[in-house]
């Protein structure tokens, strides 16, 4: 006997189909996954491994979590999503999706799914100091985020190792901080302006680079040899040298970027009807409460939408009204 329907979403669903695919499952997508299960909805949420911030030891600037471990932070997520009956997880890597009638189909681990929304949330990925010994220190010692762990360099000899553009402009975010700062350059190099402005700051500039890192974790003395032999000291060490967005899904359903990142409006939809993104792929601000945030605003905006086709769906069956 066909069991039924409890709400006028699920009566208005397809049985063979999701209402919302979420690709990924970090603090975006099971900030999503969270609404949609307390608001009925079915999803399917994938899951293919570790968080971006896996390494480090604390989660900063997020409310009533302050300083918990990013595994303890994503286990206590996965928990709370799984109180709720309509959601699905899957821990597989999502290879394709592409639009399929009225439906975009997701091919994960050898099967397909079927979902009438998408929500991408598949972040980005650092790129990291290539120096010996430098996973030793990934997460406690080293951290690329200021507006995360800057705090972790007040009053400290800190060692910043960065390239691409305006490599000056990141060194001086740490000035509210600590006035001890060595810019180690990367395959940049400031022009004059900048070049007067550091020494302006007390800013030391360093055109070598790191080869290899030796010293203790945390807060505490390390010495940095750079390739031309020279050895600097610092008790901390912050790093920017790029990411990669992860838009291929976004790309292969025909999002447009802007600058790199996936293009969204205020409520986190893309170019494409019914796409959605969410987390670091969409803006370069990362933080983690703003990566939920911004799953918890797709939610919202497709549950949205999918309450109103339910009721104008059932008012269609009712023509006299």
Known sequence: MKRRATNL??????KDAFDV????AGYAGLSAALLFGRYLVKAV???????????TKHVHGYLGFENVTPSALIKKARQ????????????????????????????????????????????????????????????????????C?????????????????????????????????????????????????????GIKIVNDQVTRIEGKQGRLKKQLFCKNGRRYIADVIFYRLGYRVQSRLAEQLGCQLDEGYVKVD???????????AAGDLDTDRHYVVLAAAG??????????KTLKQAIDAEMK????F
């Open 45 to 55: 949420v994938f899951d293919s491994g570790v968080t971006r911030n896996f390494a």
């Open 149 to 201: 762990d800057g705090l972790e360099t007040a009053g400290k000899r800190l060692a910043i190792i960065v390239s691409g553009k305006e490599p000056l402009s990141y060194a001086k975010e740490f000035l509210g901080w600590t006035r001890n700062i060595t810019v180690f350059l990367h395959k940049c190099r400031l022009d004059k302006k900048e070049k007067k402005e550091a020494g302006a700051l």
């Open 21 to 24: 695919a979420i690709v990924g």
């Open 9 to 14: 979403i699920e009566e208005k669903s397809s």
């Open 295 to 304: 799953g918890a605003r797709a939610a919202i905006s497709i549950y949205e």
């Open 80 to 147: 709370d999503v799984a109180r709720y009956k309509s959601v699905t997880m899957v821990k597989e890597n999502v290879s394709a999706t592409r639009k399929k009638g009225k439906y975009f189909t997701v091919r994960a681990g050898g099967r397909i799914f079927q979902a009438r929304y998408i929500v991408i949330a598949t972040g980005v990925r650092d790129v990291k100091p290539a120096a010996k010994n430098f996973e030793k220190f990934d997460g406690n010692g080293a951290w690329h985020c200021p507006y």
């Open 317 to 320: 069956g009712h023509k006299s």
């Open 266 to 276: 205020g409520m986190q939809e893309t170019t494409v009807p019914n796409v959605y």
